[in-house]
């Protein structure tokens, strides 16, 4: 045995268990070889002699073995209590698990726990002082490599800055706690119920989501939020964009000999250009986007009628049409006089933007971001304004980009379908019954795996008829030097793509209960 092999097995401790086949090792942090850590300039000698003195005393106990008939492995700071429970007790006692035995007479393939202790201490490892942790990754070696100036002092206070948009972010995130999460198996799919504990400050679940009668016939994706209204989100982030700012103008009063990059002297002018539109946007959207909306909003895509023999001039006809998905994003709004204001401002806005730049920018760039004029159109309570089609383009000419305002809704689009389902309204016909006008959720979404494969089988048989002389090609070699013989038909090639249309169908629901944790039931379900 090697050296270093006897010296690792010395750190493990063994812990006999005299209830069941089961090991378990106790691992001494206090005997890691803490003097061949290498060190460097980010994690010093110091700092690993601060980190030796706070795990001294704590180990590290890796148990694996039988239980019951089942392989258990488990990695923690202490024997696991789970593990060590009588053999008479069960898991479904504990408080976080209790729910599951609603589902008990079920097929349960799996079940999923994360503790509150084990949210929080991941959450401390990765997202807290997110800001203060890169500032020090990147910034402070900075600092080390130039002495006493302007410079350094400047690296120093943005460092500080980071941990107060740390310290202004956590402000608004609530305690993090852990999860419980369970899967069953259906007759002809599966279903997972998960119950995540911490609160839910991000979606409002207090009302039913009133976008689910407009979501129109057999969609193919949908995605339905409800926001929760927190403007106090919003004027946290201008907090810290004038501090960002702040710092920048004080870039001025750093030397040029100290700037390790000549690029730095020309941030204060950029922020001096940006910053008149950034002012103006957080201006309009404070005062004039968000208090006319409602707060939710709904992505469609529905298989409409958008169909063409030639999509593009340059490409060569199709024998069958292809078709397009028709996408529509709905906005609840409740003041459409303000909704309207808002968006002309927006657009006002950008305009000024492509008329500042001017030349900074590619002529071929500047064009395309300067709007035509559109067409107005008033059909019955919505009002459009839509961009029609050129007549030397090969799309359909209701193929329109269009956005329409209601009284409720304001509706970005070019699919004919997405306006009807929204002057339509019906009770939803999709997900298997889980989707209920008339109960209050946060959130549905949905998405029909086997329509999108149907939809697009025309495409794949297309691109298998235009490319089929360079894929029969017996010496064709791929872009990192392989060489292959393809040994297929075209009709071999799109049958293999046929059974993706019957892949199903999944669903999604989230529910926010009265003590701010959130509930999701999601369902996949098999094509016929």
């Not at 078709?323 to 968006?343: M, R, T, Y």
């Not at 209601?406 to 009770?427: H, K, L, M, N, P």
Request: net charge negative.
């Amino acid at each position: 045995m090697r050296p270093e092999a006897k010296a690792a097995l010395k750190l493990l401790t063994r812990i006999e268990d005299q209830r069941g086949s089961r090991l378990r090792w106790r691992i001494p942090f206090a005997s890691l070889p803490w003097d061949a850590i290498p060190t460097n300039d980010i994690f010093d000698a110091e700092s690993l002699s601060r980190l030796r003195e706070v795990v001294a005393d704590k180990a590290i106990v890796l148990t694996f073995g039988i239980l019951d008939k089942r392989f258990v492995f488990a990695l923690g700071d202490s024997v696991d209590s789970m593990l060590a429970a009588a053999p008479g007790a069960s898991l479904l006692d504990h408080p976080d698990l209790h729910w599951v035995r609603d589902h008990e007479n079920q097929q349960i393939t799996g079940i999923r726990y994360v503790s509150d202790r084990l949210a929080q201490a991941t959450f401390q490892l990765g997202l807290k002082d997110f800001f203060s942790k890169l500032a020090n990754a990147v910034l402070r070696p900075a600092t080390y490599e130039v002495d006493d100036s302007e410079y350094r002092e400047w690296l120093l206070a943005c460092i500080d800055d980071a941990g107060w948009i740390d310290s202004t972010i956590e402000a608004h995130v609530p305690e993090q706690k852990g999860s419980t999460e369970i899967s069953l198996l259906l007759d002809h799919g599966w279903e997972v119920h998960a119950h995540h504990r911490t609160v839910n400050a991000l979606f409002d679940g207090s009302s039913p989501l009133r976008g689910a009668r407009h979501w129109g016939r057999d969609p193919l994706i949908v995605l339905d939020v409800q926001l929760a209204d927190h403007p106090e989100y919003f004027q946290a982030a201008r907090a810290i964009v004038r501090r960002i700012k702040q710092r920048v103008e004080e870039l001025r009063t750093v030397p040029d000999r100290d700037m390790p990059d000549a690029r730095w002297i020309q941030l204060p002018e950029i922020a001096d250009r940006a910053w008149p539109w950034m002012f103006q946007w957080a201006e309009l959207w404070q005062r004039q986007v968000l208090p006319s909306m409602s707060g939710e909003h709904v992505f469609v895509l529905h298989g409409t009628g958008l169909e063409s023999h030639q999509w593009h001039p340059d490409w060569p006809r199709s024998n069958e049409p292809l078709a397009i998905p028709g996408a529509g994003l709905l906005i609840g709004i409740n003041d459409s006089k303000k909704w309207i204001q808002s968006l002309r401002g927006l657009r006002s806005l950008l305009e000024q933007v492509v008329v500042s730049v001017g030349d900074r920018i590619p002529a071929s760039f500047r064009t395309s971001l300067q709007t035509p004029e559109s067409k107005r159109i008033e059909d019955g309570e919505l009002t459009t304004w839509g961009l029609p089609i050129p007549e030397n383009c090969p799309a359909p000419k209701a193929m329109m980009p269009r956005v329409s305002v209601g009284s409720s809704w304001s509706i970005f689009t070019y699919s004919d379908t997405v306006i009807e389902g929204v002057r339509t309204a019906t009770d939803p016909t999709i997900g298997l019954g889980q989707f209920d006008s008339t109960k209050n959720m946060a959130k549905a979404a949905w998405i029909d795996l086997g329509g999108l494969a149907t939809l697009m089988t025309p495409w794949v048989r297309y691109a298998v008829d235009h490319s089929w002389e360079r894929l029969s090609n017996s010496q064709t070699s791929l872009d990192f030097g392989i060489d292959f013989t393809l040994d297929a038909t075209r009709e071999e090639i799109v049958n293999a793509w046929l059974p993706l249309e019957k892949l199903g169908a999944m669903s999604s629901v989230t529910t926010i209960r009265e003590d701010g944790s959130s509930y999701s039931r999601s369902i996949f379900s098999f094509g016929d």
